[in-house]
């Protein structure tokens, strides 16, 4: 019997459990330092639409992690999803496919790719019209390239990796799912991974490791264990974006716990994506509030940085914007936001725009001096990250690690660059496409 230790279960260890799983000769654990998610027992935020809701379920997401964005900023709160089902329990539900182009330029150009994409059993369903709020009817009227969004749910619930993979396949004598289980490191025979040791003693062993932790802890778990490999916890990316806070006119309320954010528009400037995605409401402690987020998907910079403290907690500095394309990009990207906010669709239903929380209105943004000013002191992520153990630096294609034995990582942190969409997705893809390969089999 093959034992296999997979540690996370978010995007990627959702589906690295099933297909694993899935060879009866193998018996697969699924370790994850967060609660369970099981049938009947979905808590109504998750079920429901509004992602800021989700967000504040407890124990769904790291609360004590934190991240700096620039040289110029404070570190501030990082939210990543925490239990089975991981960030898939409480994004925001949007549902983008990776570009062909993108894959074949990492050197993913065999059919295997197809062959994964149709393996994906996560669904996705168009944002019903009922549904759209202010700001998504907005951008609808005011683009005519802006559209619904595609979220990863069925019958208007949202589903999750671990609805979408560990469900249908619970009862498999040779799965097991240990949720409340947080995996300190990973244990050595030399080069060769022979299991994990929880937080709390506990040592599980196994044929083969794989971390699935995602961008942030993988490397950290990885640094804690010893794990030497050049490039480690390198080459940290996330979408860069800066946000329009949007008042609404008076006599105009938002439903605060319906859909927040239900279409986008996506515009190429130059050679970057610019994305512009709408916040209908901020929860119930900011009525008459809406945002437009402005966010960089094709960044080029790639200087952040995952490394651990004493205790061995992440230490996060995501260095965005160290390059001057990156900010041209962006300070394009809030041009555009600017000229939507000024068409009639807008005007009709916003009383202001404003900039910053003392009430700097968009006024302010008299040129592009004063954008990237501003885009300086307030460009925040979209809890993207990826690349901390990108492929080709510290995993070869079949995610193993350089220079050990039956050792894995299998999440966003092995993307050789960060995808030009939101990263659910893709992370599916990958983990779909690795299994495909024989990744942890050879």
Do not use: K
């Given at each position: 019997m093959q034992r296999w230790v997979v540690v996370g279960a978010g995007s990627?260890?959702?589906?690295?459990?099933?297909?694993?799983s899935q060879d009866p000769g193998s018996h697969v654990t699924v370790l994850d330092d967060g609660p369970s998610l099981l049938p009947g027992e979905v808590p109504a935020a998750i079920d429901g639409p509004n992602f800021l809701a989700a967000l504040d379920e407890p124990g769904r997401t790291h609360n004590a992690l934190l991240a700096t964005r620039t040289s110029r900023q404070a570190p501030s709160a990082y939210q990543r999803g925490r239990g089975v089902g991981g960030s898939s329990a409480v994004n925001?539900?949007?549902?983008k496919t990776i570009d062909p182009a993108l894959c074949a330029r990492w050197g993913w150009v065999?059919?295997?790719?197809?062959v994964a994409a149709s393996r994906i059993q996560i669904p996705s369903e168009l944002a019903a019209?009922?549904?759209?709020?202010?700001?998504?009817r907005a951008l609808l009227a005011a683009c005519p390239t802006a559209r619904s969004a595609q979220l990863t749910r069925r019958n208007g619930r949202r589903c999750t990796a671990a609805e979408a993979y560990l469900w249908p396949v619970a009862d498999r004598a040779n799965l097991d799912v240990r949720p409340l289980s947080r995996v300190d490191r990973v244990l050595f025979d030399g080069n060769r991974a022979v299991g994990v040791r929880l937080t709390d003693g506990t040592e599980t062993c196994a044929d083969r490791v794989v971390v699935a932790a995602g961008a942030i802890h993988s490397p950290a778990i990885l640094l804690r264990s010893g794990v030497e490999v050049p490039g480690l916890g390198s080459n940290l990316q996330d979408h860069p974006s800066v946000a329009l806070t949007l008042q609404y006119r008076a006599g105009l309320v938002a439903e605060q716990t319906g859909l927040c954010m239900g279409s986008l528009l996506?515009?190429?400037?130059?050679?970057?994506i610019i994305q512009l995605l709408p916040m209908n409401h901020l929860g119930?402690?900011?009525p008459g509030y809406g945002l437009l987020m402005v966010a960089l998907m094709t960044p080029t910079g790639?200087?952040?940085?995952?490394?651990?403290?004493?205790?061995?907690?992440?230490?996060?500095n995501f260095n965005l914007l160290d390059g001057q394309r990156d900010l041209d990009a962006l300070v394009a990207g809030v041009r555009l936001a600017l000229d939507v906010v000024r068409r009639q669709a807008f005007t009709e239903i916003i009383e202001e725009v404003y900039i910053d929380a003392v009430g700097t209105t968009a006024e302010a943004l008299t040129d592009d001096a004063a954008i990237a000013a501003w885009i300086r002191g307030n460009v925040a992520d979209y809890v993207h990250a990826t690349g901390t153990c990108g492929m080709g630096r510290v995993v070869d294609e079949h995610g193993a690690v350089a220079g050990y034995s039956d050792l894995y990582v299998c999440d966003a942190s092995v993307f050789p660059s960060i995808p030009d969409v939101n990263t659910h997705m893709p992370t599916t893809l990958l983990a779909e496409l690795l299994c495909l390969r024989g990744m942890m089999t050879r």
């Open positions: 990627a260890g959702c589906v690295l459990g099933a297909r694993l925001a539900m949007i549902a065999d059919v295997d790719v197809d019209p009922h549904e759209l709020g202010l700001v998504d996506e515009q190429r400037i130059g050679d970057d119930s402690g900011s790639a200087s952040g940085t995952v490394a651990i403290d004493g205790a061995g907690d992440p230490v996060i």
